[in-house]
């Protein structure tokens, strides 16, 4: 029963819900959703908006894709979950065998959890106690990049830009790792080999988003320089981390985006569009090489973590249903025609006041400015313009699902860019 405390300054009924991001006293109330199909979320006071960001991009095939939502009925119609402790079922084996499959190189070792952020924590862990099982103690360190994000979880946290990212507050109370800059051009990597070298026996392993750093900024970096990671982890001896939970099923135009780079990490996490945005389902992805180190006779060196709800056969379904949508839709062909217009469209921004970046790859279109004033108000004018656009830091940035029309997705652009317009003259002429 509710019951509100008098000396409270909110009244505890219109607060139950706790909220993301959000400073509960002085954002706008949400917006209330009725329904969603395709590209489009419609509202209960009936407004419809284009989705362009893919519900935390997620939604890869549009809303309610009838592929899976047949999937996900017929599976919760027989098992809608059952522990993989002990136990195990046909949706599980089937999508670890596919994943295995369409994983880079050897790839082969899928253990499943609930969402990205624990995906990385196993990785981690992996990471870790694969030297342990070695018999060589004392590499408990990570190397992470500035600009970087993998998670809210306390030791993704730790991974994260400590300075630039969201998790400042929590400095004091995280696990100091070795946080660099991205190795992008020569002088930055004969500093970061310096430090490789120098701190080798601690580290226990390297971990970067590929390609885009996503909710660091959306901030790009080549192929190239992935390789380079790559190389260096080859050296060193060192296993790479590569958390393609927002590149990964085809955001870039290819299934994963290390394949730009021609990488194969030793460890893979995959999430986000994995289900096609239906059901939470994530996975850290690991080669057998780094799996023979936990194949032992001693109980002790098993991996010993298990979410409650990894492996869900009704979430396990949709990831099935998503890929055979890969498999027989031409989702890598639309991601590249959304490339395409974003190339023709985008640049007009170029000319807007203030600013500073306009790029996109693949199905992502960012628009970067020195920052972005009364944000609340700049949300509020993209949803009147009807379309679901969500700016953060200093950037506007458009990942539409792939699905969406050619007049969808010049409607999205337009009210983008008008939107974007008009509040840059505001702010910066």
Known sequence: MTQNTPD????????????????????????????????????????????????????????????????????????PHVMLGGLTHAPAQTLAQRLAALAPGDLNHVFFCESGSV???????????????????????????????????LATMS??????????????????????????DESAREAFESLISKRRAEIAGI???????????????????????????????????LDEIMTGFGRLGTM??????????????????????????????????????????DAGAALMHGPTYMGNPAACAAANASIDLFEQEPRLEQVAAIEAVFAKRLPEARDFPGIVDVR????????????????????????????WVRPFGNIIYLMPPYVITADELDTLITATLNVTRGWAEEYFL
């Open 8 to 79: 409270l300054p909110f009244n505890i009924s219109d607060h139950h819900v706790w909220r993301p991001y959000t400073q509960m006293k002085t954002t706008p109330a949400a917006l209330k959703v009725k329904s969603a199909q395709g590209v489009h979320i419609e509202l209960e006071d009936g407004r419809r908006l284009i989705d362009g960001v893919s519900s935390w991009w997620t939604v890869c095939h549009g809303y309610r894709h009838p592929h899976i939502m047949q999937a996900v009925k017929a599976q919760m119609d027989r098992v």
């Open 256 to 297: 994963f985006a290390c394949e730009k780079a021609g990488v194969v990490p030793d460890i893979m996490t995959v999430s986000k569009a994995l289900t096609g945005g239906t059901l939470p389902l994530a996975a850290a992805i690991a080669s057998s090489r780094l799996f023979a180190d936990f194949w032992s006779d």
């Open 207 to 241: 971990i970067t988003e590929p390609l885009v750093q996503g909710a660091g900024g959306m901030k790009f970096h080549t192929p190239a320089t992935l390789a380079y990671l790559r190389d260096v982890c080859d050296r060193f001896g060192l296993p790479l981390i």
């Open 159 to 184: 991974v994260c830009d400590p300075e630039e990212g969201m998790h400042s507050l929590f400095a004091g109370g995280l696990q100091q790792q070795l946080v660099t800059a991205l190795p992008r």
């Open 360 to 387: 996109w790859q693949g199905a992502i279109g960012v628009l970067e400015f020195p920052a972005l004033p009364e944000l609340e108000a700049l949300k509020a004018r993209f949803v009147d313009a009807g379309v």
């Open 119 to 153: 995906s990385v924590e196993i990785a981690m862990k992996i990471a870790m106690q694969s030297w342990i099982n070695r018999g060589e103690r004392g590499h408990t360190k990570f190397v992470c990049f500035k600009g970087g994000y993998h998670g809210d979880t």
